[in-house]
T-cell receptor, first 113, second 112 residues
Framework: SQQGEEDPQALSIQEGENATMNCSYKTSINNLQWYRQNSGRGLVHLILIRSNEREKHSGRLRVTLDTSKKSSSLLITASRAADTASYFCATPISSGSARQLTFGSGTQLTVLP | ETGVTQSPTHLIKTRGQQVTLRCSSQSGHNTVSWYQQALGQGPQFIFQYYREEENGRGNFPPRFSGLQFPNYSSELNVNALELDDSALYLC???????????FGPGTRLLVL
């Protein structure tokens, strides 16, 4: 079952603009992560925000977390063509003694030159 | 530091056949997880191995099985392939039960 859902499903912007993607999740979490995937290849970890944090920055990335609304947002500032990719939020849940990541369906971001 | 590697990159099989996918974890990582990603969907957790033991499993039938070796590399085996098994199979490693996972490039499996 999917824990997180990203919104929008697809986003197309011009280079230099900002891109905002949202994620909603269902159960309580101790952290939420964002990953990027280029053209159906492996996922790359972007940023992790813990449940006691409200905002976190990493380079051109800004992530917010609202645990009362069970939602998170990822902002990419000054976007570049190389940012074109699918972006997924992921939350860890327990499965046996394993900590599995559950992903939404992702937001497909296209940055036009 | 070598990242997570997977082989083969692409594979075509026919329904009913068996397949083995391989993964080498990142140096120092003793936990390996496998995910299935259907086209247009997010990855779905198959199972996780820690110190050569399966320690968690998602909603996948027993014909999906795995192994982890003493060097922490891993295999995913799928028996009696079905058309719906066509997907990108991703391996991810992490040191212990660290929350962040490091993904390989994936193996794209097509079942005809």
């Amino acid at each position: 079952s999917q824990q997180g859902e990203e919104d929008p499903q697809a986003l197309s912007i011009q280079e230099g603009e900002n891109a905002t993607m949202n994620c909603s999740y269902k159960t309580s979490i101790n952290n939420l992560q964002w990953y990027r995937q280029n053209s159906g290849r492996g996922l790359v970890h972007l940023i992790l925000i813990r449940s006691n944090e409200r905002e976190k920055h990493s380079g051109r990335l800004r992530v917010t977390l609202d645990t009362s609304k069970k939602s998170s947002s990822l902002l990419i500032t000054a976007s570049r063509a190389a940012d074109t990719a699918s972006y997924f939020c992921a939350t860890p849940i327990s499965s046996g003694s394993a900590r599995q990541l559950t992903f939404g369906s992702g937001t497909q971001l296209t940055v036009l030159p | 530091e070598t990242g997570v590697t997977q082989s083969p990159t692409h594979l075509i099989k026919t329904r009913g056949q068996q397949v083995t996918l391989r993964c080498s974890s990142q140096s120092g990582h003793n936990t390996v997880s496998w995910y299935q990603q259907a086209l247009g969907q997010g990855p779905q957790f198959i199972f996780q191995y820690y110190r050569e033991e399966e320690n968690g499993r998602g909603n996948f039938p027993p014909r999906f099985s795995g192994l982890q070796f003493p060097n922490y590399s891993s295999e995913l085996n799928v028996n009696a392939l079905e058309l719906d098994d066509s997907a990108l199979y991703l391996c991810a490693s992490s040191p212990g039960q660290q929350e962040t996972q490091y993904f390989g490039p994936g193996t794209r499996l097509l079942v005809l």
